[in-house]
């Protein structure tokens, strides 16, 4: 079964903001990655505790993207934002966040 994958306003801007390299990876992996099985846990996706964000988690290299996954007639991957991560610290829209 595939999924559907919508980028909300924000993350469609966040994605703008990346470099068209770092977009092309971006876009690239997240049809590998979330197009089929997007709730299963692997080394670079994986389930956030509770927060204002999103669910889950995809990491490509620095980059990190926030999504959720909608089951229903047509299943979708909602993401919610793409950030950067810096150290021990991740930006999103040039704000620091706190998962």
């Avoid at 999924?3 to 994605?15: K, P, Q, S, W």
Wanted: aromatic share 6%; net charge positive.
């Amino acid at each position: 079964m595939s999924y559907r994958i919508v980028f909300t306003a924000a993350a469609d801007e966040h994605l703008h903001d990346l470099t068209t390299r770092q977009g092309a990876t971006v876009l690239d992996t997240v049809n590998k990655q979330l197009l089929h099985q997007p709730t299963i846990q692997s080394r670079n996706r994986k389930l956030l505790r509770e927060n204002r964000l999103a669910k889950w988690e995809l990491r490509i290299g620095d980059i990190r993207v926030y999504y959720d996954v909608i089951e229903g007639p047509e299943p979708v991957v909602l993401i919610q934002a793409i950030g950067l991560k810096v150290r021990s610290r991740v930006y999103v829209g040039g704000e620091e966040i706190q998962l």
